[in-house]
């Protein structure tokens, strides 16, 4: 096959779609990705990019074509600039690249305007586009703060709809996205399917155990508004005085500044602080996690979501304790690998550490977690079905 891959985001930057790509390369494909200039998540376009630099590249065996966009920056407007350069200038290049393609592919993160290129190369080849959606639009602006009734909300409720309908084929990573598309976008139940996402190399051969004292809990990931990483610190205060209990966060994200305030309020000494660390550098803080946190605030919408982090956690043989809803529950308890208790109930969460700090079989917990990731969300199963998809829509059966 000869395959058109949209993405605004692509190696240097840290997203699976890259491994993705190589992959369909290795299994003998021929694949274009048309992309952005590398600037996630410093929000700076990386120096080799600049002055229209290696706007061409072949990586891996990748043909990488690179269109102009603004740097992410630290603002809302530079963000919007940022997703609006992308969407513009690459539909533009869109026009003037080959048409020989036999199928095209659109990785959907947010905003769902990085896939105006694709519909645009939907309408010069004639060919099928199937979307690999991981985040759900309009209403991932509502964590923004938008509400439905506002117009910003309404307009992108109509791109949506545009976008997802003009879709020949729609994955998705979690079972909850196929009801709210049906639903909330009228798309037809079979033009949807559920492909989850899977771990990095890094995480499914065996993570070394590092020995340090205590017991002790990490939370991996973005620190926003969605993750309610308040409930770790809150839940770190009840236990505060438990001196062999301790807590790593690492990631950074927009709440970073005011949880490390909360944790200085509280005078916690059980909380770490690591900022964002290289993917070569997590193995060492997986390593000293007993159990793996998850949160995510109390919302209908997130409750859909299932965090790519758990299967990284899984990947890794980690128990995990979450305060989440929906799916994520859902998957910590049909797997067994841990606790789970209602989102944002930092209460509920402290007491789940206490449980797990008095089980003597915790262990097992890891091992159902492995079984678990194996079963469902193993890498080569997920790229053999994206594989699988790809050619299904060239040859006509979608």
């Given at each position: ?16 779609i ?17 992309t ?110 938008l ?28 079972h ?20 989850p ?73 059980n ?46 043989s ?21 606790y ?30 492995k ?28």
């Open positions: 096959m000869k395959i058109l891959v949209v993405c605004q985001y692509y190696y240097p930057e840290p997203f699976r890259t491994d993705i790509c190589e992959s369909l390369v290795l299994k003998g494909h021929s694949v274009t990705v048309l952005g200039l590398p600037n996630y998540p410093e929000g700076i376009i990386q120096n080799r990019y600049r002055l229209f630099k290696n706007r061409n590249e072949i990586i891996n065996g990748v043909t990488v074509k690179r269109c102009f966009l603004i740097g992410r920056g630290k603002s809302k407007l530079s963000l919007f600039l940022n997703y609006l350069s992308f969407a513009i200038s690459c539909s533009i290049k869109s026009l003037f690249i080959s048409k020989d393609f036999d199928v095209i592919y659109a990785n959907q993160l947010s905003p769902i305007t990085m896939v105006f290129p694709a519909i645009v190369m939907k309408r010069r080849t004639k060919r099928r586009l199937f979307l690999y959606c991981l985040d759900l639009w309009p209403d991932s602006l509502r964590m923004g703060g509400s439905e009734s506002s117009l910003i909300y309404r307009v992108f409720n109509k791109i949506s709809k545009y976008i997802y309908s003009n879709s020949d084929l729609i994955s998705v990573t979690s909850s996205f196929i009801d709210y598309l049906a639903k909330n976008h009228v798309i037809d139940n079979e033009k949807i399917d559920y492909i996402q899977y771990a990095e190399d890094l995480f499914t051969s065996q993570v070394d155990k590092v020995s340090v004292q205590g017991r002790n809990f990490v939370f991996a990931g973005n620190i926003g508004e969605a993750q309610s990483v308040e409930t770790i610190i809150k839940a770190a205060n009840i236990l505060k005085e438990k001196s062999d209990i301790f807590f790593h966060i690492v990631g950074e994200g927009s709440k970073l500044r005011d949880i490390r305030k909360m944790a200085e309020d509280y005078s916690l000494t909380v770490s602080f690591y900022g964002r660390r290289p993917l070569n550098e997590m193995t060492y803080f997986y390593g000293i996690a007993d159990a793996m946190l998850v949160t995510l605030k109390s919302d209908d919408f997130l409750s859909l979501t299932l965090p790519g982090k758990i299967q990284t956690y899984m990947a890794a980690k128990p995990i304790i979450g305060a989440i809803n929906g799916e994520t529950d859902y998957v910590i308890r049909q797997s067994n690998c841990g789970c208790g209602p989102a944002e109930d930092y209460e509920e969460l402290a007491k789940n550490i206490g449980f797990f700090c008095c089980n003597a079989d915790v262990e097992n917990f890891g091992r159902n977690s079984k678990y990731y194996k079963n469902n969300f193993e890498k080569s199963k997920i790229l053999n079905q994206i594989e699988m998809n790809l050619l299904r829509m060239v040859n006509g059966n979608v």
